[in-house]
Structures are given as structure tokens and as C-alpha cells.
């Protein structure tokens, strides 16, 4: 029997579970603990950035167990464990995957009572689980299902609704998978799907072929698996009390290199999980080597948990990520690249509805933290950007439309529009950015560019000869203000990028000269903290210096605020983004407005806009979402949209949590390279243009939609603009009076003093 | 071993354990270590290319000593502050500080004078500082040359910071001073231990029934000083 089988056989009977506890039975049902509901191979962890050597996906097997509980009625506990795991057949990490109802878990095992056991692994019988292998193009998906194994069921047909669990019923899933469950081998499902994101989902790839069975007796163990184990299964624990008073509060510090034995007398003990931010202590044990606490063993009490969110990344509703936060804002974000996502989906919905109906009868006050929200990605179709689905991304075929015969690019504005919503292929990145950095004028032939090219080496150069020849005097102010820092921030820059890897890496030189010379072209901004970071991937897409260099030159004119050396530009760019905030998302401002001046400088924001959500994003999507930026189409403040994107995708908990200026910093900082890009970016683009739909704007953000030009256009956007009141040292309105409108007699309202009634910025969220 | 969840849920406070909650903040030149020692604290790891800090990030880190539990709320801040008119904004109403310098370096342990006299003038009058010399592990290059450079910069640079001369210094003001190692974690839980120590623990706080729940400003806040500091609106 395979493994699949017969997690669906157990599954079904939780399931039944759920369903009678759901239909209102009353009681406390019988509630198997241990039962496993929901089972899911593939499910990626992906490790933040920064951490050589590991792959960008990280598999692994994740499963929901039900389990009694006083309050909740049942409780969820959802257990991940990394394939890595599995393969070297690990018994702790095994045991959270193998069905409490399994034979193998009867069968006595010295020690541990849940570890699973087989007999002869090589023979399999039809009560063990066959050691059939994990391909890693396979995904399987086990959806708690009715112990008849129909294909379409529901699981107590008078109330349907309250459980449809059957696999097969919808999604990608073929009319095949029924046959296959129904052969006992493990279903096969969207093994095509593996590749579509365009990402390789697994490094180790070739590693994985490898079998692995539940077998108690050839299994080698680790001995640090041990000292483990306590880790994963104590129970989640979130007082910061109690845990401190937990036994084996086996401090993390102290284990960690076995830092600091002298501290023992000082009774220093860092309890479980009540850091808020003790991710690799939340997230598994803490030993070993980064990649096995980044990505180790996950279990938690999801009745327990502040909230689940998910996030659909696909139209069809099935991929995407589910984020499970802690009552402390710390994070897991788990990757559904293959499906499934949509029956898990089911899954909580259902045990809400249990839960719920559980605790109407128990004592009104006890109430359970979690809360439970789907994001699709689909934005209502009046919301979306009604251009949104006319632009693919611009390939090689398509740029050269954009061109003629002399290489001029015909019409900008149209390329705008086109990297605007589709970005651009990365193979040609390195030819566009210099059109939208403006390094290349769009005018330019081929030829003009060429000698263009040769011109700015030249010039290039004499920059930087102009830093070698500097007085000792000179050099050695240089050296303080700026090379000092440069040295010491460009080798630790993009390390995880392959281009700039390893050492000596003439890369990362170049990137060091860069800066230099920049700093002496422009000695009033020299070299600021986070330039590196955008240098970083202009070279790594333009590849020659020197154009590099003027591409950033060109970066740092048009998008001063990135490095600013000056308060006010970043003042003004949070000025703009609270007035667009309490514009489109009043209960957030209004949230920030509660927590004061601290709250209005929104603290959680400065790194998005300082770096163009370059740290916020896996590198691919921050890559995209700075060319939509650049495109400069219908405004010149993008950022500021997805700034309001992330904050109404991701700001929900926020308000519901009332956070606090340091919380919500520690929450938007957990999310950062967890957040779904592509989503983001729609959403921006949406709210971009149901700003410009918008009949009138307050004053405050005229800027908006001042600079970006007309576009196809005779006449530019400027909506009428009403007074927001407050302009000190001015009499009334300075917009008012000089909204700039070459066409026709510009309808406004200015001058309406301070108290403008609201109601007519309708803004649809 | 533990069960699996279930039975053995968290139980609330045990009688007699305090709960203190302290806000300390980072400060000092770039690239002296501030996030590496937090990260240290906080995690237990040491990424040898840890990146710029730009803005400011916030950790919590929370450590038994004797019946107190002490909640550490650290604010890492960025070396190069680009953004100056929030410095304040970090520093007002900490409990603690840990100004960080480099002791391969003269010139951070310049700037940390500078932060610590700004601290002394601006932020709560009885904030505890701290003086950490990271990067001792690089001490074996304290004495000699750890870097080739042109003769004119030797003088300005790389002369080290010594030991005596940084405790002379702390002394003198009244600080707390460890040379630390954010790679080793030398000292790195014992500063901390040791600002714990030094903290007020009178009235208990918080009592932790609702972590991560609303919280308002910080219970200890002393004295917001520098108010006058903030950015108009």
C-alpha cells in the first residue's frame, strides 16, 4: 500500500470527524489525535537572501494533524519537515508525517512510542508504507476524503457545504489522479507545474531520487536528532512566563558554539519562542548549520496562532503561499509552487466553521487568536488596471518592434507602457535599462550610441583618474567620508548574487570603482549607505563599467530620494504617502495617526523607498517592480502606489492588532522577501489607476501626477484639486491657483479651506 | 519527552517572576558590528557578510535573571544615519544603549564618543550605556598594521583602540565597557546580562498575558527629552 493510500485511508477518518463535529452533533466528538487531514508533498520554505550556499527552494513534506482540544473543540497542528529530512530518514522528522492510525505506529518501538516502525522495508506488505520514492517532479496531493474513495464526494451529503474535501473535484487535477488514487499509487499531480514560475524549485534535485521508507530499524541515526526532538514537539509556546520557566529552556546562545559557559551563574536562559523575533527558534531547533535552522523541522499549534493568511498567487487559485503568523508577529511562510493551496484552503475554512460552532457553546470570552483571510490574486475586474492583461513581457521579438531601422526607438511612451505592465526579459534588461535610466536617449541611433558609449569612457575614465591624482590631503578626506564605507559595504552587498560571489571577485571591484568615482563626479552625495545595493544590480545586468556608471548616475538624477542626502526629500516622499494612504486606506492612516508623530514617520516604509523594496523582494520581483517604476508611466511616483499596495495586501493585522510604531516595523520586516511580488505590483498598478480616475485630488498630492508628462496625449492628467488645508507660511492654497493645464479652462476647486468634506474621494479598495 | 501539543500548554506566569521590558538601542559608526552583535543575542548567528542596515531594524530578545524576566526591545539603527532627524527618534525613551566601535579602529571609537556624549545630553538622563569594542577576535591585529595602506593614512587610521585606554574612557563617564566578538559571541550575552543587571527592576510590568498584543508606548519611559528633536509636519 503506498504511502499516499494510506494517509488518505487515516485522513478519512478525521475527516468524518470534522464533518460530525461540524454538523452540530453536539458534545465533544471523538477527535482522534494525531489524525492527519491534510497532507501535501513539495511545499517550499524559502531561506531569506543573504544566506550562501543555500537553494532558493527548499522542499518539504507538510501535513495538518488533528488534535483535541478543550477549547477549540479540535486543533490543527500543521508539521513541515524538508524533504532533506525524509531522505535521510530521519525518525523524528518522520514521525510528524506518518499517521497516528498507521500500523507502523502501533508496532512498539524502543524509546519513543511514536516513532514509526516497519518490519522488513524492502518487502513491502500491505499494512506498511511501500518505500516507494519521492520523485521530485511528483506532487502529491492527499485531501482528507471519505473512506469510499469516490471521486466526488461529500462527505455527509446533507450538508455538503461543510465539507468538500474530494480532491478531485476541481483545480488542476486530472480525471487521472482518481485512477490513480484508486490503484493505490501515489497520485501525480501538476508534475508539469514544477517549472511554470520559471524558478528551478529544487537545488538538490538529483538527490532526491532517492528512495526512503519508513523503516524503523536501518535507520542511521543522528545523534544531535536527538537532543532535537524535544525542540520540535514541545508544544509552541508563546508566554513569555512560562516559557522562561519551561525545563530544557536549553538556552539557544549557550548551545550555539558553546559561546558562553561561563554565564551559567548568571542563570541566563533564553526561553522558547518568546523572542518576537527568534525565527530560527520558532521555526525549528536551533543546531546545526544555518540551512538546518533556516529550513528545519516547522510544528505548530495552528488553534494557536494569531493568524493564516493566503495568498493566491495563481489565477486559478490553487498555488500560493500560506503565512502563518505567531501572537508574537513572527512569520513562516510556506510556498504551494504545485497546487494544493485551494483544498487547504477548504481545510481551515471547514475547521473555522468547527471551531466556531464548537465555541458557541463554551464560555463566551475564551476566544480563540486565529483569524483566517484569503488573498487572491485576482483583483475585482472594475479594480484592475483595465490595461493589465494587454502587455507581455517585453522579449527580444518585441523590443525590436520598438525600434527602427536606425535603432531609434519609435515611440517611448509605448515601451513606457509596455515594461510599465510587463517588465522586461531579463536577456535584454541590460540593453533597455540604459532607455529608461536615460543614459541612451530614445532619439539615439545605434550608431549615436556607440559613440556615445565611447565618449562616456572616456569621460569615465577621467573621473577616475581625477580620484587617483588627489592631493594626500584629499585623499585622505576621501578615504574617511567615503572609502571607508564603500570598502566595507561592498563586499558585503548581493553576496548571494552569483556575480558577485566568492572572493577577489573582480565584480565586486568594479562595483567598489563605481561607487568611488561616483563620489567624485557628485561629491554632494559621495557615497551614501544602500547605493551599493542599487549599483549592485545595474552591473550585474549592464556588465560593462562604465555604462554602469552612467546608468547610475542616471538612477540616482531621476530617482533622487533613492540616496538622498537631504531630510527633506524623504520628508516629502512621506508626506505624499500618508496623504495617498489617508486617501485610499483611511483605517490604516488612521491607525498611524492614533499612534502619533512616531506613527506618521513610518518607520517600517524608510527601507522600501530608500532602496526600492530592493531588500523587501526576492531579487526577480524587486528587479521588475523597479523597471515599472522607471517606466514612469502616468506618474512619477510608483513607489508611493506600491508602498500602498504592500500596506493594503499586507497591513490588514496591523489594524486588527492595533501594532504599535515598533511592531508594525517588527511585522513588515518579517514579511520582507515573503511577499508576493507579482501581487503587489497588480495592486499598485490598480490603485495607480483608480487614482487617476479619481475627480478630484486634495492639494497635497498634486504633485503626483505633475511630472510624468502627457503620454499620447495633447493635454497632461490634473484632476481638480482641492484645498487640504494647511499651508503654513502661505496665504490659501498654492495649488489652488497654479494647477498647470495647457488645455482648456481647468475646472477647480481650490481655496475650500481646511474642512473639504471627504466624501468625494470614493476610493474603492 | 514532550508530548504533542495538547496537554501541555502554556500556563501563565508563575507566581513570584517579574516581568521588565526595556527599550535599548545600537548606536555607532558603520560597519562596527551593531547588527552582527544583535544578531548574535538574538539568534545565536554570525553571517561574515551581514548586510548594510538602512533604516532601522527592531529585535526582541528576552533573558532570565534570577526571578526577573527581562525583555530586551533593541533597535538596530544604521551606521550611516541618512536620514539624521530620526536618530533622536531611536534613542528617545531607551532604557539602555549600547554604543559599538570597532577595535581595530580609532575612528569609530571617535564616534562613539560623539554618540555617547549625545546621548548623555539628549536621551533619558538615566539611560545605561554601554561601550562595546567589537571585533575582538581581531585583537591579535590590534597592535600590528591590519590593513596595508599608504603611510600619510596610517596615521589617521588603524591605529587601534586599546583596551585600557577605551576602559580608562568608560570609566570616566560612568559606562559600562566590554570588548566583545560578534564572531566568537565573546561577551556578547554577557554585555547584555550586564545591562540587565544594571536596570531598574522595581515596579513589575507588563505582565505578560497578551504578548505581542497592544502595547502601548514603553512602561519605563522616563523621560522622552528630546521631543524638541522631531521632524516638523
Same mark, same amino acid.
Given at each position: 500500500?503506498?504511502?499516499?493510500?494510506?494517509?488518505?485511508?487515516?485522513?478519512?477518518?478525521?475527516?468524518?470527524?470534522?464533518?460530525?463535529?461540524?454538523?452540530?452533533?453536539?458534545?465533544?466528538?471523538?477527535?482522534?489525535?494525531?489524525?492527519?487531514?491534510?497532507?501535501?508533498?513539495?511545499?517550499?520554505?524559502?531561506?531569506?537572501?543573504?544566506?550562501?550556499?543555500?537553494?532558493?527552494?527548499?522542499?518539504?513534506?507538510?501535513?495538518?494533524?488533528?488534535?483535541?482540544?478543550?477549547?477549540?473543540?479540535?486543533?490543527?497542528?500543521?508539521?513541515?519537515?524538508?524533504?532533506?529530512?525524509?531522505?535521510?530518514?530521519?525518525?523524528?522528522?518522520?514521525?510528524?508525517?506518518?499517521?497516528?492510525?498507521?500500523?507502523?505506529?502501533?508496532?512498539?518501538?524502543?524509546?519513543?512510542?511514536?516513532?514509526?516502525?516497519?518490519?522488513?522495508?524492502?518487502?513491502?506488505?500491505?499494512?506498511?508504507?511501500?518505500?516507494?520514492?519521492?520523485?521530485?517532479?511528483?506532487?502529491?496531493?492527499?485531501?482528507?476524503?471519505?473512506?469510499?474513495?469516490?471521486?466526488?464526494?461529500?462527505?455527509?451529503?446533507?450538508?455538503?457545504?461543510?465539507?468538500?474535501?474530494?480532491?478531485?473535484?476541481?483545480?488542476?487535477?486530472?480525471?487521472?489522479?482518481?485512477?490513480?488514487?484508486?490503484?493505490?499509487?501515489?497520485?501525480?499531480?501538476?508534475?508539469?507545474?514544477?517549472?511554470?514560475?520559471?524558478?528551478?524549485?529544487?537545488?538538490?534535485?538529483?538527490?532526491?531520487?532517492?528512495?526512503?521508507?519508513?523503516?524503523?530499524?536501518?535507520?542511521?541515526?543522528?545523534?544531535?536528532?536527538?537532543?532535537?526532538?524535544?525542540?520540535?514537539?514541545?508544544?509552541?509556546?508563546?508566554?513569555?512566563?512560562?516559557?522562561?520557566?519551561?525545563?530544557?529552556?536549553?538556552?539557544?546562545?549557550?548551545?550555539?558554539?558553546?559561546?558562553?559557559?561561563?554565564?551559567?551563574?548568571?542563570?541566563?536562559?533564553?526561553?522558547?519562542?518568546?523572542?518576537?523575533?527568534?525565527?530560527?527558534?520558532?521555526?525549528?531547533?536551533?543546531?546545526?548549520?544555518?540551512?538546518?535552522?533556516?529550513?528545519?523541522?516547522?510544528?505548530?499549534?495552528?488553534?494557536?496562532?494569531?493568524?493564516?493568511?493566503?495568498?493566491?498567487?495563481?489565477?486559478?487559485?490553487?498555488?500560493?503561499?500560506?503565512?502563518?503568523?505567531?501572537?508574537?508577529?513572527?512569520?513562516?511562510?510556506?510556498?504551494?509552487?504545485?497546487?494544493?493551496?485551494?483544498?487547504?484552503?477548504?481545510?481551515?475554512?471547514?475547521?473555522?466553521?468547527?471551531?466556531?460552532?464548537?465555541?458557541?457553546?463554551?464560555?463566551?470570552?475564551?476566544?480563540?487568536?486565529?483569524?483566517?483571510?484569503?488573498?487572491?490574486?485576482?483583483?475585482?475586474?472594475?479594480?484592475?488596471?483595465?490595461?493589465?492583461?494587454?502587455?507581455?513581457?517585453?522579449?527580444?521579438?518585441?523590443?525590436?518592434?520598438?525600434?527602427?531601422?536606425?535603432?531609434?526607438?519609435?515611440?517611448?511612451?509605448?515601451?513606457?507602457?509596455?515594461?510599465?505592465?510587463?517588465?522586461?526579459?531579463?536577456?535584454?534588461?541590460?540593453?533597455?535599462?540604459?532607455?529608461?535610466?536615460?543614459?541612451?536617449?530614445?532619439?539615439?541611433?545605434?550608431?549615436?550610441?556607440?559613440?556615445?558609449?565611447?565618449?562616456?569612457?572616456?569621460?569615465?575614465?577621467?573621473?577616475?583618474?581625477?580620484?587617483?591624482?588627489?592631493?594626500?590631503?584629499?585623499?585622505?578626506?576621501?578615504?574617511?567620508?567615503?572609502?571607508?564605507?564603500?570598502?566595507?559595504?561592498?563586499?558585503?552587498?548581493?553576496?548571494?548574487?552569483?556575480?558577485?560571489?566568492?572572493?577577489?571577485?573582480?565584480?565586486?571591484?568594479?562595483?567598489?570603482?563605481?561607487?568611488?568615482?561616483?563620489?567624485?563626479?557628485?561629491?554632494?552625495?559621495?557615497?551614501?549607505?544602500?547605493?551599493?545595493?542599487?549599483?549592485?544590480?545595474?552591473?550585474?545586468?549592464?556588465?560593462?563599467?562604465?555604462?554602469?556608471?552612467?546608468?547610475?548616475?542616471?538612477?540616482?538624477?531621476?530617482?533622487?530620494?533613492?540616496?538622498?542626502?537631504?531630510?527633506?526629500?524623504?520628508?516629502?516622499?512621506?508626506?505624499?504617502?500618508?496623504?495617498?494612504?489617508?486617501?485610499?486606506?483611511?483605517?490604516?492612516?488612521?491607525?498611524?495617526?492614533?499612534?502619533?508623530?512616531?506613527?506618521?514617520?513610518?518607520?517600517?516604509?524608510?527601507?522600501?523607498?530608500?532602496?526600492?523594496?530592493?531588500?523587501?523582494?526576492?531579487?526577480?520581483?524587486?528587479?521588475?517592480?523597479?523597471?515599472?517604476?522607471?517606466?514612469?508611466?502616468?506618474?512619477?511616483?510608483?513607489?508611493?502606489?506600491?508602498?500602498?499596495?504592500?500596506?493594503?495586501?499586507?497591513?490588514?493585522?496591523?489594524?486588527?492588532?492595533?501594532?504599535?510604531?515598533?511592531?508594525?516595523?517588527?511585522?513588515?520586516?518579517?514579511?520582507?522577501?515573503?511577499?508576493?511580488?507579482?501581487?503587489?505590483?497588480?495592486?499598485?498598478?490598480?490603485?495607480?489607476?483608480?487614482?487617476?480616475?479619481?475627480?478630484?485630488?486634495?492639494?497635497?498630492?498634486?504633485?503626483?501626477?505633475?511630472?510624468?508628462?502627457?503620454?499620447?496625449?495633447?493635454?497632461?492628467?490634473?484632476?481638480?484639486?482641492?484645498?487640504?488645508?494647511?499651508?503654513?507660511?502661505?496665504?490659501?492654497?498654492?495649488?489652488?491657483?497654479?494647477?498647470?493645464?495647457?488645455?482648456?479652462?481647468?475646472?477647480?476647486?481650490?481655496?475650500?479651506?481646511?474642512?473639504?468634506?471627504?466624501?468625494?474621494?470614493?476610493?474603492?479598495? | 519527552?514532550?508530548?504533542?501539543?495538547?496537554?501541555? %500548554?502554556?500556563?501563565? &506566569?508563575?507566581?513570584?517572576?517579574?516581568?521588565?521590558?526595556? *527599550?535599548?538601542? @545600537?548606536?555607532?559608526?558603520? !560597519? #562596527?558590528?551593531?547588527?552582527?552583535?544583535?544578531?548574535?543575542?538574538?539568534?545565536?548567528?554570525?553571517?561574515?557578510?551581514?548586510?548594510?542596515?538602512?533604516?532601522?531594524?527592531?529585535?526582541?530578545?528576552?533573558?532570565?535573571?534570577?526571578?526577573?524576566?527581562?525583555?530586551?526591545?533593541?533597535?538596530?539603527?544604521?551606521?550611516?544615519?541618512?536620514?539624521?532627524?530620526?536618530?533622536?527618534?531611536?534613542?528617545?525613551?531607551?532604557?539602555?544603549?549600547?554604543?559599538?566601535?570597532?577595535?581595530?579602529?580609532?575612528?569609530?571609537?571617535?564616534?562613539?564618543?560623539?554618540?555617547?556624549?549625545?546621548?548623555? %545630553?539628549?536621551?533619558? &538622563?538615566?539611560?545605561?550605556?554601554?561601550?562595546?569594542?567589537? *571585533?575582538?577576535? @581581531?585583537?591579535?591585529?590590534? !597592535? #600590528?598594521?591590519?590593513?596595508?595602506?599608504?603611510?600619510?593614512?596610517?596615521?589617521?587610521?588603524?591605529?587601534?583602540?586599546?583596551?585600557?585606554?577605551?576602559?580608562?574612557?568608560?570609566?570616566?563617564?560612568?559606562?559600562?565597557?566590554?570588548?566583545?566578538?560578534?564572531?566568537?559571541?565573546?561577551?556578547?550575552?554577557?554585555?547584555?546580562?550586564?545591562?540587565?543587571?544594571?536596570?531598574?527592576?522595581?515596579?513589575?510590568?507588563?505582565?505578560?498575558?497578551?504578548?505581542?498584543?497592544?502595547?502601548?508606548?514603553?512602561?519605563?519611559?522616563?523621560?522622552?527629552?528630546?521631543?524638541?528633536?522631531?521632524?516638523?509636519?
Amino acid at each position: 500500500m503506498s504511502l499516499g493510500r494510506l494517509l488518505r485511508r487515516a485522513s478519512s477518518r478525521a475527516s468524518d470527524l470534522l464533518t460530525l463535529t461540524a454538523g452540530g452533533s453536539g458534545g465533544s466528538p471523538a477527535v482522534l489525535d494525531g489524525e492527519i487531514i491534510y497532507s501535501k508533498n513539495n511545499v517550499c520554505v524559502h531561506p531569506p537572501e543573504g544566506l550562501q550556499g543555500l537553494g532558493e527552494h527548499h522542499p518539504g513534506y507538510l501535513c495538518l494533524c488533528m488534535e483535541k482540544d478543550e477549547l477549540l473543540g479540535a486543533t490543527l497542528i500543521l508539521a513541515w519537515v524538508p524533504n532533506s529530512r525524509i531522505q535521510r530518514q530521519d525518525e523524528e522528522a518522520l514521525r510528524y508525517i506518518t499517521p497516528e492510525s498507521s500500523p507502523v505506529r502501533k508496532a512498539p518501538r524502543h524509546r519513543c512510542r511514536r516513532i514509526p516502525s516497519s518490519g522488513a522495508p524492502h518487502q513491502p506488505s500491505p499494512t506498511e508504507p511501500r518505500p516507494s520514492l519521492m520523485p521530485k517532479e511528483e506532487d502529491i496531493l492527499v485531501v482528507a476524503q471519505s473512506i469510499q474513495e469516490a471521486v466526488h464526494i461529500s462527505a455527509s451529503p446533507d450538508d455538503g457545504e461543510k465539507l468538500a474535501l474530494d480532491a478531485g473535484a476541481d483545480g488542476p487535477l486530472p480525471a487521472s489522479q482518481a485512477a490513480h488514487r484508486d490503484s493505490g499509487v501515489l497520485s501525480t499531480v501538476g508534475s508539469q507545474d514544477g517549472v511554470e514560475e520559471g524558478r528551478e524549485p529544487r537545488p538538490e534535485a538529483g538527490e532526491e531520487e532517492g528512495s526512503w521508507e519508513l523503516s524503523a530499524d536501518g535507520v542511521s541515526r543522528d545523534s544531535s536528532f536527538d537532543s532535537d526532538s524535544d525542540a520540535f514537539s514541545s508544544p509552541f509556546c508563546l508566554s513569555p512566563i512560562s516559557a522562561a520557566l519551561a525545563e530544557g529552556s536549553s538556552s539557544a546562545l549557550m548551545d550555539s558554539e558553546g559561546s558562553s559557559p561561563s554565564s551559567s551563574d548568571t542563570t541566563l536562559r533564553f526561553p522558547d519562542s518568546n523572542g518576537l523575533l527568534q525565527t530560527s527558534r520558532w521555526d525549528e531547533a536551533q543546531r546545526g548549520w544555518a540551512p538546518e535552522q533556516i529550513c528545519g523541522v516547522f510544528r505548530v499549534d495552528l488553534g494557536h496562532m494569531r493568524s493564516l493568511r493566503l495568498f493566491f498567487s495563481d489565477e486559478a487559485c490553487t498555488s500560493g503561499q500560506l503565512v502563518v503568523a505567531s501572537r508574537e508577529s513572527q512569520y513562516k511562510v510556506l510556498h504551494f509552487h504545485h497546487g494544493g493551496l485551494d483544498k487547504l484552503c477548504e481545510v481551515f475554512q471547514q475547521w473555522k466553521f468547527c471551531t466556531e460552532s464548537h465555541l458557541e457553546d463554551q464560555v463566551a470570552s475564551e476566544r480563540t487568536c486565529v483569524q483566517f483571510s484569503i488573498r487572491r490574486p485576482k483583483l475585482p475586474s472594475c479594480e484592475a488596471h483595465p490595461e493589465e492583461s494587454l502587455y507581455r513581457r517585453l522579449d527580444v521579438p518585441a523590443w525590436l518592434q520598438h525600434l527602427n531601422e536606425l535603432g531609434q526607438v519609435e515611440e517611448m511612451y509605448k515601451l513606457r507602457q509596455a515594461i510599465f505592465f510587463g517588465g522586461i526579459d531579463v536577456s535584454i534588461r541590460g540593453e533597455v535599462w540604459p532607455f529608461l535610466l536615460r543614459y541612451y536617449s530614445h532619439e539615439s541611433t545605434s550608431e549615436e550610441r556607440e559613440a556615445l558609449r565611447v565618449q562616456k569612457r572616456k569621460e569615465y575614465l577621467e573621473i577616475q583618474q581625477k580620484r587617483l591624482s588627489m592631493t594626500p590631503e584629499e585623499r585622505g578626506a576621501f578615504w574617511r567620508n567615503v572609502q571607508f564605507t564603500v570598502d566595507k559595504d561592498v563586499v558585503r552587498t548581493d553576496r548571494s548574487n552569483e556575480f558577485f560571489r566568492g572572493e577577489d571577485n573582480p565584480n565586486v571591484e568594479s562595483m567598489r570603482r563605481i561607487l568611488l568615482n561616483y563620489a567624485v563626479y557628485n561629491p554632494a552625495i559621495g557615497y551614501s549607505q544602500g547605493m551599493s545595493d542599487l549599483v549592485a544590480p545595474l552591473l550585474a545586468e549592464v556588465q560593462d563599467e562604465s555604462d554602469t556608471f552612467w546608468c547610475f548616475v542616471g538612477l540616482m538624477q531621476n530617482t533622487i530620494f533613492v540616496s538622498s542626502p537631504r531630510d527633506e526629500d524623504m520628508e516629502k516622499q512621506l508626506l505624499y504617502l500618508r496623504e495617498l494612504l489617508r486617501l485610499t486606506h483611511p483605517r490604516f492612516y488612521q491607525h498611524l495617526a492614533a499612534l502619533g508623530e512616531d506613527g506618521l514617520q513610518m518607520l517600517f516604509c524608510h527601507r522600501w523607498l530608500l532602496l526600492c523594496f530592493k531588500r523587501e523582494f526576492p531579487e526577480a520581483e524587486a528587479l521588475r517592480i523597479w523597471e515599472a517604476c522607471w517606466a514612469h508611466y502616468q506618474t512619477d511616483y510608483f513607489h508611493l502606489f506600491i508602498c500602498v499596495a504592500i500596506v493594503a495586501i499586507y497591513g490588514d493585522d496591523v489594524i486588527e492588532q492595533q501594532l504599535a510604531t515598533d511592531q508594525m516595523l517588527l511585522h513588515f520586516g518579517n514579511l520582507a522577501m515573503h511577499m508576493n511580488g507579482e501581487l503587489v505590483l497588480r495592486k499598485a498598478r490598480s490603485l495607480l489607476y483608480q487614482f487617476r480616475l479619481l475627480p478630484r485630488i486634495p492639494c497635497s498630492l498634486h504633485e503626483l501626477c505633475k511630472l510624468c508628462g502627457t503620454g499620447m496625449w495633447d493635454s497632461g492628467y490634473m484632476p481638480a484639486v482641492e484645498c487640504a488645508g494647511h499651508h503654513p507660511g502661505s496665504e490659501g492654497c498654492p495649488y489652488g491657483g497654479t494647477v498647470e493645464m495647457p488645455s482648456p479652462p481647468a475646472p477647480r476647486e481650490g481655496k475650500r479651506g481646511p474642512k473639504t468634506p471627504r466624501e468625494g474621494f470614493g476610493f474603492r479598495r | 519527552m514532550a508530548g504533542r501539543g495538547g496537554a501541555a %500548554r502554556p500556563n501563565g &506566569p508563575a507566581a513570584g517572576n517579574k516581568i521588565c521590558q526595556f *527599550k535599548l538601542v @545600537l548606536l555607532g559608526e558603520s !560597519a #562596527v558590528g551593531k547588527s552582527s552583535l544583535v544578531l548574535r543575542f538574538v539568534k545565536g548567528q554570525f553571517h561574515e557578510y551581514q548586510e548594510s542596515t538602512i533604516g532601522a531594524a527592531f529585535l526582541t530578545q528576552t533573558v532570565c535573571l534570577d526571578d526577573t524576566t527581562v525583555k530586551f526591545e533593541i533597535w538596530d539603527t544604521a551606521g550611516q544615519e541618512r536620514y539624521h532627524s530620526l536618530a533622536p527618534m531611536y534613542y528617545r525613551g531607551a532604557q539602555a544603549a549600547i554604543v559599538v566601535y570597532d577595535i581595530t579602529n580609532t575612528d569609530t571609537f571617535a564616534r562613539a564618543k560623539n554618540w555617547v556624549k549625545e546621548l548623555q %545630553r539628549q536621551a533619558s &538622563p538615566n539611560i545605561v550605556i554601554a561601550l562595546a569594542g567589537n *571585533k575582538a577576535d @581581531l585583537a591579535s591585529k590590534r !597592535a #600590528v598594521e591590519f590593513q596595508p595602506l599608504p603611510h600619510f593614512l596610517s596615521i589617521l587610521f588603524l591605529a587601534s583602540v586599546g583596551n585600557q585606554e577605551a576602559q580608562a574612557y568608560a570609566d570616566d563617564n560612568s559606562l559600562l565597557f566590554m570588548e566583545t566578538s560578534a564572531k566568537t559571541a565573546m561577551n556578547v550575552n554577557e554585555i547584555f546580562m550586564a545591562i540587565a543587571k544594571k536596570l531598574p527592576k522595581n515596579e513589575p510590568q507588563n505582565a505578560a498575558g497578551a504578548p505581542g498584543g497592544t502595547r502601548g508606548v514603553n512602561l519605563q519611559e522616563s523621560n522622552p527629552a528630546s521631543r524638541s528633536q522631531c521632524c516638523s509636519n
